[in-house]
């Protein structure tokens, strides 16, 4: 039985990454970083883009300065403020006077709701908190700027005094606000307070000039995207949320969840389908902005939204996807993938081998010695699922089409101190500049060979300097390519350092991203597996897509990579 969506309505979408996502700890963005999410932003075509607090630091005031020099193509840019301070009027606060000169025009304004803020935050009466929401929205109304105004922790404050709460929303209203957005701003809230609530609000619509209502909701309980759906279906009509859920503590709903839902199952109208297929693209792109990793797993846009790794799954999956996954990924802009690893079938097998140009047949006895391989390798400890790159080689190499365009014929890293260097001395907040690594390395190479060294922070940062040195002459195109990526783990901790260790190396050339690895009891020779498998692999023709990398990855991501490598030269 097909089910019919039944709803046609349209669904307006507020970003806040550049704010309140930016409040995530650990994330900390440039004004080169917001202008670059705001242009993504806007080519994904969401209506309102919140770009921050203009005045409140130098960052945000120039931010809206230069984007009025670069606007946005679609999008409103929307500067975020509070109300008045308490006793003073509006066309005297400083504060109102510097989110005009941002020059938007719209501005979202929040206020208190709940009384305990009121009378214990801001240290005034009731009465005056009402005052200064009319005061604020009426001064920026004047001045010929449009109003969103955004209901701070309006769910607690309904439960415990709804009577107050509903008179903040009539204030705003009878202001000139355009839009009420009713924030659960402790994230405390679950769907069915959320659903109850927004429709309780809805059935007062008639002191609130029949303004439209909008949902703002924190991830602390789990359920900021779930709470922002069930207001949509109780009559909300714009959702304000963050790309990938940033923000503080636990984090916003998550645009990136919310809008497929709310298009593709609930039937509402969000983005053009043409803007939803580029979605992935949007969130992995900003992802690498914030210089934070994508979460792999992430519904709709995660890297394994859409992996199979059971044998059956993916048998099933190849005859009807509808077997096992939810909506076509191309409605989203990610892709399906079929993980290879020690659960896997032939199909799994099959299917990743055609990705890359090769198709056997199930009935192949090569295709069986590939599965067999693979399980062996798996068990002692490779993991090819996250390195596919490494697969692909291994696959060539079973079947005699690996073309070993250089070898490896021996290396050596050596790590020295300072003579008056002592573990007593070492200060944990320095940096380490007292230890350097030399490595040395022989390698063949289109009936040469090359022997080169060089140095580095660590012993794997000076292996790949190496490397480099003795290949660009012969592959100039490996200049390119950085490491954006290196993953450690210990894989039998009980055998203290002379654990096996499993190394993943991530590699970009700002165009695709690949990964490899290497196992092996010695950190240092897993690492230059990993390494070596990473440069051929870069030299093999191009068969299939690999997930995009963003257009730019910043500096800092790459340095953050440089410092991983720097391992001790130890055997874990």
Same mark, same amino acid.
């Given at each position: 039985?097909?089910?019919?969506?039944?709803?046609s309505a349209?669904?307006?979408?507020?970003?806040?990454?550049?704010?309140?996502?930016?409040?995530?700890?650990?994330?900390?963005?440039?004004?080169?970083?917001?202008?670059?999410?705001?242009?993504?932003?806007?080519?994904?075509?969401?209506?309102?883009?919140?770009?921050? #607090?203009?005045?409140a630091?130098?960052?945000?005031?120039?931010?809206?300065?230069?984007?009025?020099? /670069?606007? =946005?193509?679609?999008?409103?840019?929307?500067?975020f403020?509070?109300?008045?301070?308490?006793g003073?009027?509006?066309?005297?606060?400083?504060?109102?006077?510097?989110?005009?000169?941002?020059?938007?025009?719209?501005?979202?304004?929040?206020?208190k709701? #709940?009384?305990?803020?009121?009378?214990?935050?801001?240290?005034?009466?009731?009465?005056e908190?009402?005052?200064?929401?009319?005061?604020?929205?009426?001064?920026?109304?004047?001045?010929?700027? @449009?109003?969103?105004?955004?209901?701070?922790?309006?769910?607690?404050?309904?439960?415990h005094?709804?009577?107050?709460?509903?008179?903040?929303?009539?204030?705003?209203?009878?202001?000139?606000?355009?839009?009420?957005?009713?924030?659960?701003?402790?994230?405390?809230?679950?769907?069915?307070?959320?659903?109850?609530?927004?429709?309780?609000?809805?059935?007062?619509?008639?002191? !609130?000039?029949?303004?439209?209502?909008?949902?703002?909701?924190?991830?602390?309980?789990?359920?900021?995207?779930?709470?922002?759906?069930?207001?949509?279906?109780?009559?909300?009509?714009?959702?304000?949320?963050?790309?990938?859920?940033?923000?503080e503590?636990?984090?916003?709903?998550? =645009?990136?969840?919310?809008?497929?839902?709310?298009? =593709? +199952?609930?039937?509402?109208?969000?983005?053009?389908?043409?803007?939803?297929? %580029?979605?992935?693209?949007?969130? @992995?792109?900003?992802? /690498?902005?914030?210089?934070?990793?994508?979460?792999?797993?992430a519904?709709?846009?995660?890297?394994?939204?859409?992996? &199979?790794?059971?044998?059956? %799954?993916?048998?099933?999956?190849?005859?009807?996807?509808?077997?096992? /996954?939810?909506?076509?990924?191309?409605?989203?802009?990610?892709?399906?993938?079929?993980?290879?690893?020690?659960?896997?079938?032939?199909?799994?097998?099959?299917? +990743?081998?055609?990705?890359?140009?090769?198709?056997?047949?199930?009935?192949?006895?090569?295709?069986? !010695?590939?599965?067999?391989?693979?399980?062996?390798?798996?068990?002692?400890?490779y993991?090819?699922? $996250?390195?596919?790159?490494?697969?692909?080689?291994?696959?060539?190499? =079973?079947?005699?089409?690996?073309?070993?365009?250089?070898?490896?014929?021996?290396?050596?890293?050596?790590?020295?101190t300072?003579?008056?260097?002592?573990?007593?001395? #070492?200060?944990?907040?320095?940096?380490?500049?007292?230890?350097?690594?030399?490595?040395?390395? +022989?390698?063949?190479?289109?009936?040469?060979?090359?022997?080169? $060294?060089?140095?580095?922070?660590?012993?794997?940062?000076?292996?790949?300097?190496?490397?480099?040195?003795?290949?660009?002459?012969?592959?100039?195109?490996?200049?390119?390519?950085?490491?954006?990526?290196?993953?450690?783990?210990?894989?039998?901790?009980r055998?203290?350092?002379?654990?096996?260790?499993?190394?993943?190396? /991530?590699?970009?050339?700002?165009?695709?991203?690949?990964?490899?690895?290497?196992?092996?009891?010695?950190?240092?020779?897993?690492?230059?597996? $990993?390494?070596?498998?990473?440069?051929?692999y870069?030299?093999?023709?191009?068969?299939?897509?690999?997930?995009?990398?963003?257009? &730019?990855?910043?500096?800092?991501?790459?340095r953050?990579?440089?410092?991983?490598?720097? $391992?001790?030269?130890?055997?874990?």
């Amino acid at each position: 039985m097909k089910i019919d969506l039944g709803c046609s309505a349209t669904i307006t979408l507020y970003d806040t990454t550049l704010r309140d996502g930016a409040q995530r700890e650990g994330l900390s963005l440039s004004v080169q970083d917001k202008l670059q999410i705001a242009k993504l932003l806007d080519r994904l075509g969401i209506p309102f883009i919140e770009g921050g #607090w203009p005045g409140a630091n130098p960052k945000d005031v120039q931010f809206f300065w230069q984007m009025r020099e /670069e606007p =946005l193509e679609q999008a409103e840019l929307v500067a975020f403020c509070s109300t008045r301070k308490p006793g003073r009027r509006a066309a005297d606060d400083p504060m109102l006077q510097a989110i005009l000169a941002a020059g938007t025009r719209y501005i979202t304004v929040f206020g208190k709701s #709940w009384d305990l803020h009121v009378t214990e935050g801001l240290g005034t009466t009731l009465q005056e908190n009402l005052a200064m929401i009319r005061d604020t929205i009426a001064y920026l109304r004047s001045q010929g700027r @449009r109003v969103i105004y955004d209901a701070e922790h309006w769910f607690d404050a309904y439960r415990h005094n709804p009577d107050y709460a509903l008179q903040t929303l009539v204030a705003a209203a009878e202001a000139g606000a355009e839009w009420l957005v009713l924030c659960d701003t402790n994230g405390g809230s679950l769907p069915h307070e959320i659903a109850a609530i927004t429709a309780a609000v809805l059935a007062e619509s008639h002191h !609130l000039q029949h303004l439209p209502l909008g949902i703002h909701t924190h991830n602390d309980s789990g359920t900021a995207v779930a709470n922002a759906l069930a207001a949509v279906q109780a009559g909300a009509r714009m959702v304000q949320g963050t790309i990938n859920g940033y923000g503080e503590r636990c984090g916003n709903a998550d =645009l990136c969840s919310v809008i497929p839902n709310l298009q =593709l +199952k609930l039937g509402y109208r969000c983005l053009p389908q043409e803007k939803l297929q %580029h979605l992935t693209e949007i969130s @992995r792109s900003i992802s /690498e902005v914030v210089n934070l990793a994508p979460d792999d797993h992430a519904p709709f846009v995660g890297l394994s939204a859409f992996a &199979h790794k059971g044998g059956i %799954h993916v048998s099933a999956v190849q005859k009807n996807p509808l077997t096992y /996954e939810h909506i076509a990924p191309e409605q989203v802009g990610n892709c399906r993938r079929i993980v290879v690893s020690e659960q896997a079938g032939l199909s799994n097998i099959l299917h +990743k081998m055609a990705g890359f140009g090769i198709r056997l047949d199930k009935s192949d006895p090569q295709a069986r !010695l590939i599965l067999e391989r693979l399980k062996t390798l798996e068990l002692q400890g490779y993991q090819f699922e $996250a390195a596919e790159a490494s697969f692909e080689l291994l696959v060539r190499g =079973l079947l005699g089409q690996r073309s070993h365009p250089f070898e490896v014929l021996s290396f050596n890293v050596t790590t020295t101190t300072r003579s008056d260097w002592n573990s007593k001395d #070492w200060d944990p907040s320095g940096e380490a500049t007292d230890v350097q690594s030399l490595a040395a390395v +022989k390698i063949a190479v289109q009936g040469q060979t090359r022997v080169t $060294a060089a140095e580095g922070n660590g012993p794997v940062a000076a292996l790949d300097g190496a490397l480099r040195k003795a290949l660009l002459e012969f592959y100039p195109q490996l200049e390119a390519i950085h490491l954006s990526d290196y993953k450690v783990r210990i894989l039998d901790g009980r055998a203290g350092t002379s654990a096996k260790t499993r190394v993943l190396v /991530e590699f970009s050339d700002g165009h695709r991203r690949w990964t490899t690895v290497g196992v092996s009891t010695n950190i240092i020779e897993a690492s230059c597996r $990993a390494l070596v498998e990473g440069f051929e692999y870069s030299l093999l023709p191009p068969s299939s897509p690999l997930p995009a990398a963003a257009e &730019h990855r910043s500096n800092d991501s790459v340095r953050v990579a440089q410092t991983a490598m720097a $391992a001790p030269a130890a055997s874990s």
